[in-house]
């Protein structure tokens, strides 16, 4: 019998010793595959996080919020200034403009309420007040009640009216081309109830016919009661060539988010204001970082502890047969050879532990996963609670990245966790091979 088959014999030669020995192994190698299948599918969300999150720029022109403040819209030049910066992989610009009585013969839907009357009052009172500076204050209830006004949109990207992040909903008709300057229109589903329009519909606006092209939805009624028209058709119908008052640009990565910043507002000077979502972003991928970091961590103290596991079964195993190496020396055999003989006994106990293992890993690797994500979800969610506001508002998304995290087992995974028991074993008969090297045959029998 050569020293291979010796091995493999001895390794089941006390069944109760060495069950015990696989089973522990097989519990040590089954969590190393569940650790290193959470930690590759972690990582994999991590990459799609940094590509999806937080990586869309605000560029407004500066001191403007919405249809208030002062300062210049934005330039054809500064769009493309925008364009060309590093790291930008997308832009999408919009012009918008409101329309009164005199500019559409379409009538407006969005009922102003107290908070948008007092918004539009100054301009309807502003023409009775300024006839003479020393004229009385006219008085609230004295001040005409304006008229309500229809919103318009002109951008490169109709998704970007979305008010999810996700593709604008055409409840009828067809999409507009954003790059063409065709008098067309998409119009909100509530604008379009209260005048009657449908696609194919037509209306008046800037003195021009204007097409329907399609309804639109959104769920909300500011948006719902507006026009979406392409950028170039707006810029000429409002006499504003090449200007835009609004620009969202998307970085390849969060990672590039701060430089990009740094880098616009270099090129743009104080001609712009830039918002980003880099703290959001940073605030999901650190969450996720940390359950990456908390699987590697399993992958390490589970193959400390097979290592030792095996460490330790073949130290006491030597010792018990210190006797019977001593005659196998006596009588002729090598130190390689009995090295061999025990290597192939822990090679034999961890392969069975690590086909249980494997099997192991392969049921509880996505609870594991489950399990890892849902603790640090709950983690952070309570965290979050006792902190502003704002951050508070910014959890949706890191929620939604959280629970997208799904567990996957890949060949390279899989392979990293078969490697890892042939370094258990490797590692597990080190000590042994050495305390075999250092038996003397004379002093063992002269024990014996």
Do not use: C
Not at 19 to 29: D, K, N, Q, T
Not at 64 to 92: K, M, W
Not at 93 to 99: G, K, P, V
Request: no cysteine; charged share 15%.
């Amino acid at each position: 019998m050569n020293v291979v088959s010796r091995g493999i014999k001895n390794a089941l030669r006390s069944p109760v010793r060495s069950g015990a020995i696989v089973l522990m192994l097989a519990i040590s190698i089954g969590l190393i595959l569940s650790m290193l299948v959470a930690k590759s599918s972690v990582d994999n969300k991590i990459a799609e996080v940094k590509a999806t999150t937080g990586t869309s720029l605000t560029i407004s022109p500066a001191g403007v919020r919405g249809f208030e403040g002062g300062g210049d819209p934005l330039t054809s030049d500064q769009l493309a200034t925008i364009t060309n910066t590093a790291h930008i992989a997308s832009t999408s610009a919009t012009l918008s403009d409101q329309m009164n009585t005199s500019d559409t013969n379409l009538t407006a839907s969005l009922e102003l309420g107290s908070f948008g009357a007092r918004q539009q009052r100054i301009e309807s009172s502003s023409t009775s007040s300024s006839t003479t500076e020393s004229s009385t204050t006219t008085t609230e209830a004295a001040r005409p009640t304006p008229t309500p006004r229809t919103s318009v949109t002109g951008t490169t990207n109709q998704n970007s009216v979305s008010t999810d992040g996700s593709a604008l909903k055409i409840t009828s008709g067809d999409s507009i081309d954003g790059t063409s300057s065709d008098l067309v229109a998409l119009v909100g589903s509530t604008l379009a109830t209260k005048n009657n329009l449908t696609a194919g519909s037509t209306f008046t606006a800037y003195n021009k016919t204007i097409a329907v092209k399609g309804i639109f939805e959104t769920d909300n009624k500011f948006q719902d009661s507006g026009i979406i028209m392409p950028l170039a058709t707006v810029q000429t119908l409002t006499d504003q060539a090449g200007s835009v008052n609004s620009v969202t640009a998307t970085v390849d990565s969060s990672d590039n988010v701060n430089a990009t910043v740094a880098a616009l507002k270099t090129a743009l000077g104080d001609k712009a204001d830039i918002t980003s979502q880099a703290e959001q972003a940073a605030t999901s991928v650190s969450s996720l970082e940390s359950i990456s970091s908390l699987a590697l961590a399993g992958v390490v103290g589970a193959t400390i502890a097979g290592a030792i596991i095996v460490l330790l079964a073949m130290i006491m195993i030597v010792r018990e047969r210190r006797r019977e190496i001593g005659v196998i020396k006596a009588i002729g055999g090598t130190n390689a050879k009995i090295i061999t003989q025990f290597v192939t006994e822990a090679l034999t106990l961890t392969i069975i532990g690590s086909i249980i293992g494997l099997s192991l890993g392969v049921l509880v690797s996505g609870p594991m996963t489950s399990s890892l994500v849902s603790s640090q979800d709950s983690n952070k969610t309570s965290t979050t609670q006792a902190g502003p506001r704002a951050i508070r508002g910014g959890m949706s998304q890191i929620k939604t990245n959280f629970s997208q995290v799904t567990s996957s087992l890949d060949l390279e995974v899989f392979a990293a966790a078969v490697g890892i028991t042939f370094i258990i074993a490797i590692v597990g008969s080190a000590a042994p091979a050495w305390f075999i090297a250092r038996i003397r045959p004379a002093e063992v029998l002269r024990t014996e």
